[in-house]
């Protein structure tokens, strides 16, 4: 066991499956000499040469283009998108190409890549730094969508993507890079050391795509959340003294389904979170499924809280960001529904 | 008083529309054979004019001549034409089987056969083609089976893409054959990424990319060039310049570049441009690119300078947009009878032998479709199951499928 920020156990997923496989392939702009902006990928150049670890054009369209035609191949490329606000470029590989190459040549060709990018805002990162896309994932067919939430499950989740046989869309909360973050920005930074979920393995382990993880045991209302916003929602249950089970989804695309119905059938209530805008947000995708599953065990409506429909501003950051105290007070609302 | 001067836009149009006489006088058309040769090893710099220029082998009296010519036997050349017909009687029958309501949608090949069948010649098994939906002499010049294309083109129960993909959207690994998107151009870049992982695990096998003179506008054809020159990607990157991207000229994706092929030329590609319509041409110029690839001597560009004699697709109507006669005006011919006087003029076929193996051909064309008309057509007969849908989308099938494929009761 070591102690790991998630950066660093983003860069031991990598190390990891490169070690053991050779056919991993790691790239993306300043990805290889320097090692990433975020530094996810320091020493893997220097580690497994420049043939296996490289610095790419700016060109997020060659990136995952290239990336494809290496996975038609038979390699596993694992690359790096900047920021999530730099995929769109990629949109049309992702969608058109990664996602169905397996279904429209019937399994003569496979696509087994990773797409990692920085996600999320709370860094003043203004409209170009701080946007959350993954709704725009989880509609297309064929992409499994994955966001960790703290440095042991990214490790695992990262292992299990790179080693799955699909393409997989890999969103770090970069406001949790360097330790969990519950949206209290006028307070001191906890870093991940001083957290369980920082003690990560160093060797390989997985977690698997697809599972649900109860953070917080409680009886009154179901939260759903996930990667920064799952710290926001236990802040806000504590300072509200609300007994909420708190389900971090980890991933979005298979979704566990289970694990939400479960919940809520016990609990009665939910409220779903998330950063990204909320019209046609992943948020609508978890309440029409909550009532089609649970509508009979339901005694308030699902609510919903996330960012405005706005672009991510820069000055207003805190009050885009859905922050303890709107999740609290729809915490409330839930219960008094 | 503003006296600064008023802009006008300015948007190209082609020479010749409906009702005007067809007019190719500006297509600069070099004698056969006056192209010289470069090594393969050439730099780059050294043959800049290749790209505004036109590589042929073929004269006017169907004698093979310069340096280009020689890279094929008598033999071979007889294979050739062989393949280049068997496309044309092949791309005859599926016309008229979409016709005849047996599948939806169709896309012929005519004038531009010597295209794919020359440059899949070059290649060997193992090399992977990244294609557009008008390669299909890739399949027939490599041995895949006609039977299993029309399979395909009819989405019957033997369809080897099990229903899910517009007809002639073909996929064989096995020949080298990358599936088709029908998205136009992404597949170019995709082609350099293959290549540069058969670099990265020192592999002998190389890409080959294609795109149409239309596509190379999209971002895809940019991506492409900047990875194959900064990687030297063992990559061929072709451009199909048959000068209409559906209804619409050359001149629209071109601008004022000149040629297509001059785009690489800022990439420092080599950049040649052969006659498309000339198999002989075509094979020698895809030979020195394979051959660089194979050498580890990096990318090159070719543009195949070529006709689109048949409409874009069976849903569009070409008389809406260009002169009628505008084809029989193509200053480069047709591939096959250009080709069938080559081998004529060498002794080896005649007119004779020529009409023979036309309706041996058919013959052969005719048996493959009775025997996939057994499997079925888009609307009768054997159908790709309806639980095939939901297979494939993922290698395993997730929960949210299951449930849905239990909802449709298949």
Request: charged residues 20%; negative net charge.
């Amino acid at each position: 066991m070591a102690r790991m920020t998630m950066i660093e156990a983003i860069r031991s997923a990598m190390d990891v499956a490169m070690g053991r496989d050779e056919r991993v392939v790691v790239f993306g702009e300043d990805v290889g000499y320097f090692g990433g902006v975020f530094r996810c990928t320091a020493g893997l150049q220097q580690k497994y040469g420049r043939s296996r670890c490289f610095d790419t054009p700016i060109s997020e369209l060659g990136i995952v283009g290239v990336a494809i035609g290496m996975a038609a191949y038979g390699l596993k490329p694992c690359v790096e998108i900047q920021f999530a606000d730099y995929v769109y470029p990629a949109y049309d590989q992702i969608v058109s190409e990664a996602a169905r190459l397996r279904y429209r040549s019937a399994g003569q060709f496979t696509c087994p890549i990773v797409i990692r990018m920085p996600t999320g805002g709370g860094i003043f990162g203004g409209q170009t730094h701080s946007q959350s896309p993954e709704a725009l994932f989880t509609h297309v067919s064929g992409l499994k969508v994955v966001v960790p939430s703290n440095p042991r499950d990214a490790k695992g989740l990262l292992i299990s993507a790179i080693e799955d046989p699909d393409p997989v869309i890999f969103l770090e909360p970069k406001r949790l890079y360097n330790g969990p973050f519950d949206g209290h920005h006028d307070r001191p930074v906890t870093p991940w050391s001083k957290h369980e979920a920082g003690e990560v393995a160093e060797g390989h382990y997985t977690v698997p795509l697809g599972k649900a993880e109860v953070r917080r045991q409680g009886s009154a209302v179901t939260v759903l959340a996930y990667g920064t916003m799952v710290y926001v929602a236990q802040a806000a249950a504590e300072e509200r003294g609300i007994d909420a089970e708190i389900i971090d989804l980890r991933t979005l695309l298979p979704l566990d389904l289970d694990a939400i119905a479960t919940s809520v059938q016990k609990t009665g209530r939910c409220v779903v979170l998330h950063e990204a805008t909320l019209t046609s947000g992943f948020g609508a995708e978890l309440a029409a499924l909550v009532q089609e599953h649970c509508f009979w065990h339901l005694e308030a409506p699902v609510q919903r809280v996330t960012g405005w429909d706005t672009p991510y501003p820069h000055a207003q950051e805190w009050d885009y960001f859905p922050g303890p105290r709107r999740v609290g007070e729809a915490l409330v609302a839930a219960m008094e529904a | 008083m503003d006296e600064r001067p008023r802009l006008s836009l300015h948007v190209p149009e082609p020479e010749v529309r409906p009702g005007d006489t067809p007019d190719f006088s500006r297509v600069v058309i070099p004698r056969a054979g006056s192209v010289p040769r470069p090594p393969v090893d050439v730099d780059p710099k050294e043959i800049r004019d290749l790209a505004y220029s036109i590589i042929r082998v073929l004269d006017r009296e169907g004698q093979a001549v310069g340096p280009w010519a020689g890279t094929l036997t008598d033999e071979e050349v007889a294979v050739g034409l062989r393949h280049m017909m068997t496309l044309r009687a092949f791309d005859a029958r599926m016309l008229t089987a979409q016709r005849q309501g047996k599948t939806s949608f169709y896309m012929q090949h005519m004038g531009e056969e010597a295209v794919s069948c020359a440059f899949r010649m070059a290649l060997e098994d193992g090399d992977m083609n990244f294609p557009t939906y008008r390669q299909a002499g890739l399949l027939i010049a490599g041995g895949y089976p006609m039977v299993d294309m029309m399979n395909q083109i009819f989405s019957n129960e033997a369809d080897p893409l099990k229903g899910r993909q517009l007809p002639v959207m073909y996929s064989s690994k096995e020949h080298g054959f990358f599936s088709i998107s029908g998205n136009l151009g992404t597949q170019f870049v995709q082609a350099v990424g293959w290549a540069m992982a058969s670099a990265i695990r020192n592999d002998s096998r190389i890409a080959v990319g294609w795109i149409g003179d239309g596509s190379t506008a999209e971002s895809d054809f940019h991506a492409a060039l900047v990875f194959a020159s900064t990687y030297r990607a063992p990559v061929v990157l072709n451009i199909v310049n048959n000068q209409w991207a559906i209804s619409t000229f050359q001149g629209i994706a071109r601008g004022g570049s000149g040629t297509f092929a001059a785009r690489g030329l800022g990439f420092g590609l080599p950049a040649l441009r052969v006659d498309g319509n000339d198999y002989l041409a075509v094979h020698a110029v895809a030979k020195w690119a394979v051959e660089r690839a194979r050498r580890n001597l990096g990318p090159t560009l070719i543009e195949h300078v070529t006709y689109r004699v048949g409409a874009h697709s069976t849903s569009d109507d070409p008389s809406a947009y260009r002169p009628k006669t505008e084809s029989d005006a193509w200053p480069l011919g047709d591939p096959v009878i250009r080709l069938k006087n080559h081998l004529i003029r060498r002794g080896v076929w005649s007119e004779e032998r020529h009409r023979q193996a036309e309706a041996e051909i058919m013959d052969t064309v005719i048996a493959a479709q009775k025997e996939a008309e057994k499997h079925g057509t888009l609307h009768s007969g054997g159908k790709p199951s309806v639980r095939d849908m939901f297979e494939g989308v993922y290698a395993e099938m997730p929960p949210h499928l299951r449930r849905q494929r239990q909802k449709a009761g298949v």
